[in-house]
C-alpha cells in the first residue's frame, strides 16, 4: 500500500512519528515530503515546493492530507496569516486540481480556529497575550447569549480577530463541497481546546448542519485518517479501568471520554465488539473527578491497584492525566508485567486524551494488519511513547527550566535504564527540542 502523508508541521509527533508508526510493516510504503518544506513555530511551510512534490507523485492509493498546510502554511498560520479569502481560495483551487489528477483515495481534515482561554501568543497573532482572556470570554458569551458580549477588547482588534475566523470558515465550507463532489472520501474538521460556547462551537455546529464531520482533537487526526487508509477491519473493545467514571469529560474536550475513545476507534476505521469478540481491547487508564495535568499541576486521584496484562493482545491508552502518563500506572505496567510482542499493541499518554487515542489505535492497526510485521519498528515506536509521554513529560519536564540538552540528557537516563529492562532492548538515542521549548522533545535512534 502507498500512501501519500501531508502533515501538518515538522513537530516530530507529526513527521517522524507516522514514519515510525508506517514501519511496522514493511510493505507499506509512506510517501513524506522533505520536512524543510514543512512549517515550525514562527515560519510557515513551503507550499509551492509541497505543491509540486505532491504532483510528482504517482500510483498512490491515498492521501491523507492537512488542509491547513497547504493553504495557510500550517496550523499555526491558519491563525497568524494576513492573506484575504480570494487569495486563499486560489491556493485552493489549484490544489484541487492536483489532487483531481492524482485519481485515488483522499483523507482530509481541517481546522475549526481555536479559541485559547488564555494570554500566550506563541501560536497565536502578537494581540492574544494582551487581550487572548478577553477574546474568549467575549466569544463565549456572545454565543451562549445571541448577543454581542460588552469588551474592552478595542474595535480593530475585533474586526481582525473576526475577520480571521471569517475566512477560514468560508474555505472550509470550500472544502466540503469537495466531499459532496465526491472528491474527498473522508473529510473532517476538526476542533482543538473546545469549551461549551464560542464560536468555534458555533462554527462546528453550522458546518454539522451543512453536512459535515467534525471531531475534537487536532494533531493526533492525521494518524486516525492513516489508519483509516491501512487495508482490513480490526475488532476492538474499550476496557476502562475506571468505568463508573467514563462519562467525565477529558482536559481540552468537549466530550466524555468513553464517547472520545468510540469516535477515535470509528473515524480509524475500527469495528466496536464485545471483549469476546475483539481481536484487541483498548485498556483505557482513565480518571475519576477530573483528568489531571502534571504541567500545569492540575492534581487527581492516580492509579492505586494492581495491574495484570490481559491474556489476548491489548493496547493501552493512558489518558488519566493530560500531557503526560500516570507514574503509578506505568510503574504497574512496566515493572511488574512482561509485555510479550505477540499481545501488546501499544501504549500512549500523548498530551490530550484525542491525541493519545488517535496515535496508539494507528499504531496497533499497522501492527495486527501488517502483511510483513517488522518487530524492530514496533519496539522503537513504544520506546518513544514511553521515553516521552512517561520519562519526559511526566517526570524529567518539571525538572528543566529551560530546553537544555545536556541538562536533559543526565536527566533522562535512569529512565532508559528502566525503560531498557523492561522492553528489553538498548535506548541509544540523542535528544533535541525542535521547537527550542519544553513543550516538546525529539528522539534521535542511532
Request: hydrophobic fraction near 35%; proline fraction near 3%; glycine fraction near 6%.
Amino acid at each position: 500500500m502507498r500512501i501519500a502523508f501531508v502533515p501538518i508541521d515538522n513537530r516530530p509527533v507529526c513527521y517522524t512519528l507516522p514514519q515510525i508508526i508506517s514501519q511496522i510493516d514493511d510493505t507499506f510504503e509512506l510517501e513524506l515530503p522533505d520536512r524543510t518544506y514543512l512549517g515550525d513555530l514562527n515560519r510557515q511551510a513551503d507550499i509551492e515546493n509541497l505543491f509540486e512534490w505532491l504532483k510528482g507523485l504517482s500510483n498512490l492509493d491515498g492521501i491523507v492530507l492537512s488542509l491547513d498546510t497547504l493553504a495557510y502554511g500550517g496550523l499555526i498560520p491558519s491563525r497568524r496569516c494576513p492573506e484575504n479569502f480570494d487569495e486563499i481560495k486560489n491556493r485552493v483551487e489549484r490544489l484541487k486540481k492536483i489532487l483531481v489528477d492524482k485519481n485515488c483515495k483522499i483523507y482530509a481534515f481541517s481546522s475549526i480556529m481555536r479559541i485559547s482561554n488564555n494570554n500566550y501568543n506563541d501560536e497565536e497573532k502578537v494581540y492574544w497575550a494582551e487581550y487572548g482572556k478577553e477574546i474568549f470570554k467575549y466569544s463565549f458569551n456572545t454565543h451562549k447569549n445571541g448577543v454581542e458580549f460588552s469588551t474592552t477588547v478595542p474595535q480593530e482588534i475585533l474586526e481582525d480577530y473576526v475577520a480571521t475566523r471569517k475566512r477560514n470558515f468560508e474555505i472550509n465550507k470550500i472544502y466540503l463541497e469537495w466531499q459532496k463532489e465526491g472528491l474527498i472520501d473522508t473529510l473532517v474538521f476538526s476542533k482543538d481546546d473546545c469549551a461549551e460556547f464560542g464560536f468555534n462551537v458555533k462554527e462546528a455546529k453550522e458546518l454539522e448542519r451543512l453536512g459535515g464531520y467534525t471531531k475534537t482533537g487536532a494533531d493526533e487526526i492525521p494518524l486516525s485518517l492513516l489508519s483509516r487508509a491501512i487495508s482490513g477491519s480490526m475488532k476492538v473493545c474499550p476496557v476502562f479501568l475506571e468505568p463508573e467514571h467514563k462519562h467525565l469529560i477529558s482536559n481540552y474536550e468537549d466530550v466524555s471520554i468513553e464517547k472520545s475513545v468510540l469516535g477515535q476507534l470509528e473515524l480509524a476505521g475500527c469495528e466496536v465488539v464485545t471483549e469476546k469478540d475483539a481481536d484487541i481491547l483498548l485498556v483505557v487508564n482513565n480518571f475519576k473527578n477530573n483528568q489531571g495535568e502534571i504541567v500545569m499541576k492540575v492534581e487527581t486521584e492516580g492509579f492505586c491497584s494492581s495491574f495484570k496484562v490481559p491474556d489476548k493482545p491489548y493496547m493501552i491508552a493512558d489518558v488519566r492525566f493530560a500531557n503526560g502518563s500516570d507514574n503509578g500506572f506505568v510503574n504497574e505496567l512496566l515493572f511488574k508485567n512482561k509485555l510479550k510482542d505477540e499481545n501488546f499493541y501499544g501504549y500512549s499518554a500523548w498530551n490530550t486524551s484525542a491525541n493519545t487515542l488517535g496515535s496508539l489505535i494507528c499504531g496497533a492497526k499497522m501492527k495486527f494488519l501488517a502483511k510483513k510485521y517488522n518487530k524492530k519498528s514496533f519496539k522503537k515506536l513504544q520506546i518513544t511513547r514511553f521515553l516521552d509521554d512517561w520519562a519526559y513529560q511526566a517526570n524529567v519536564r518539571q525538572t528543566l527550566s529551560s530546553p537544555c540538552v545536556d541538562e536533559l540528557n543526565t536527566k533522562m537516563q535512569k529512565f532508559e535504564k528502566k525503560i531498557e529492562s523492561a522492553i528489553m532492548g538498548d535506548v541509544n538515542v540523542k535528544y533535541s527540542f525542535p521547537w527550542e521549548r519544553l513543550f516538546e522533545v525529539e528522539f534521535e535512534f542511532s
